[in-house]
DNA sequence: GGCAGTCGCAACTCTAATTGTTACGACAGG
DNA sequence: CCTGTCGTAACAATTAGAGTTGCGACTGCC
């Protein structure tokens, strides 16, 4: 599983918008954030539009251009980000129907689908519990 | 995320075995199982073969081959299914190592590596909950 | 009004993982 | 020895994500 670093790379986004904020700065550029994340800035801007979408960050254009958080990193969990940026479900079905006329084939995927259902509810209340200022505070926090 | 049904298809490979063996069956071949799953049957060979290596179910070779289990379904659970089948942890990092010279990127990685090691701990601790027994029992209680 | 810097977005390539397919040797019972 | 099935390798097909390039849109400043 898993190729899959749109969290990771989310959070780093918004964690170094909010550290960058808090020295006196109105906005940062994709540029820089992709620098840092040693990425490319259309991948930033990319995932930035997510956020914006779900209303985790804004951006000006023009001169003097950039993103800037649209709210306080304490009140962004990671289950925010998580739904913003993460379309599927954490576990798929079958790519193509199982047989119909077997007994397994017709009953399990509506039994799998409820049994990851609550899962998928287990890990939203998880990434419910992390706030984006936990993160921060975490990446100060790493030793030297 | 995930197109990624190995899980599903291992679940539904085991609670056919199961099944078949209640019937009075010894062994089912990867055929049927396949035929059930809608897929190839080396896909289904495969995979039982990661859940052979894991305990789960034993083969047999010549005339009158096949797989069966090695286990009652009540003493297997979907996370040692999961264990077997899926190799990486759930969330990745960044693909790229990100600036070591930056704040942000020095200390993102270990910040979120312990997060995701407490997410995935619940997630493993939601998946021991639920047996192949509970799976078999709610495909067959599907509603014609 | 023109210039410069940055976003917005589309189109494309590159890479990696999973799945599907084909092929063939190994094995065991009749 | 023949048959059916596993074991496994090799390769193609499909998909998702990440990376790249290009260019129009926007806005503050000169």
Redesign the pocket.
């Known amino acids: ?1 898993s ?4 969290l990771t ?1 989310a959070a780093h986004a918004l964690a170094w918008i909010g550290l960058y904020q808090r020295q006196g700065h109105e906005v ?4 820089q954030i992709a620098t840092s994340a040693n ?5 930033i ?2 995932l ?2 997510e956020l ?1 979408r779900a209303g985790l960050v804004e ?9 800037s958080l649209a709210r306080e990193l304490e009140s962004m969990t990671l289950l925010d980000v998580y739904e913003a940026v ?3 479900p954490l576990f ?1 079905m079958h ?2 129907t199982p047989d119909q006329g077997c007994v397994v084939g017709y009953g399990i995927q509506p039994a799998m689908q409820s049994i990851y259902e609550g899962i998928e509810e287990t890990l939203r209340h998880e990434l419910a519990r992390v706030t984006l200022e936990n993160v921060l505070r975490d990446v100060l926090a790493a030793p030297r």
Chains 1, 2 share one sequence.
């Open positions: 599983m190729a899959n670093s749109r790379i940062a550029t994709s540029e990425t490319n800035p259309v991948v801007r990319r930035l539009g914006r951006s000006r254009r023009g001169v003097g251009a950039g993103w993460e379309p599927g798929a790519r193509t």
